[in-house]
């Protein structure tokens, strides 16, 4: 992997709310009404004018994104992809890559130099945190590769074991 790349790739522990980034990636749900783990965390922290912006929006369907304001985030804004349900068809790794590459476009597109995502469909949704690490940092490698105006790309995970994994993995990239 590039050197110049890695170097614009950071693994951190802690809480994705209290970064202060152009954009935080939110793991949500189609309706993206909030809900549990990250979804909700950042919901309450964003404060109830991120649920009146959602309602708006409409939903969002599997592997896509959407952005909006982060009212009362450090960030900037807030980035919702819905990740798949793993089931272990390969269709899955194809939704969760789009996850990462649409939400990687929305925060270019909109010239943020810095994004921060949580471990998407690790929570309740089942993935496997070693592949989806593998899909989350490869898909971005990539996408980095190809130019960016993102300058940053952060994952920030909950749980030691997930925090392990990730820096793993960038270690042998």
Request: glycine share 10%.
């Amino acid at each position: 992997m590039d050197k110049k790349i890695l170097e614009s790739i950071e693994i951190r522990q802690g809480d994705i709310t209290k970064l202060e980034v152009g954009a935080i990636v939110n793991a949500a749900n189609k309706s993206l009404l909030g809900g549990g783990g990250v979804d909700g965390a950042i919901h309450r922290a964003a404060g109830p004018e991120l649920l009146t912006e959602c309602r708006s929006i409409g939903g969002c369907p599997t592997g896509e994104a959407r952005i909006t304001r982060g009212y009362d985030l450090p960030a900037r804004y807030v980035i919702h992809t819905v990740g798949p349900v793993y089931s272990g068809r390969p269709q899955d790794s194809q939704l969760l890559t789009q996850c990462y590459l649409n939400s990687l476009r929305l925060a270019s597109d909109h010239n943020l130099a810095s994004v921060a995502f949580p471990a998407i469909s690790c929570g309740v949704y089942g993935y496997p945190i070693k592949d989806a690490c593998k899909i989350a940092i490869d898909t971005t490698c990539n996408f980095l590769k190809a130019g960016s105006y993102l300058k940053k790309v952060i994952f920030i995970l909950f749980s030691d074991d997930n925090y392990n994994t990730y820096m793993d993995y960038l270690k042998s990239s």
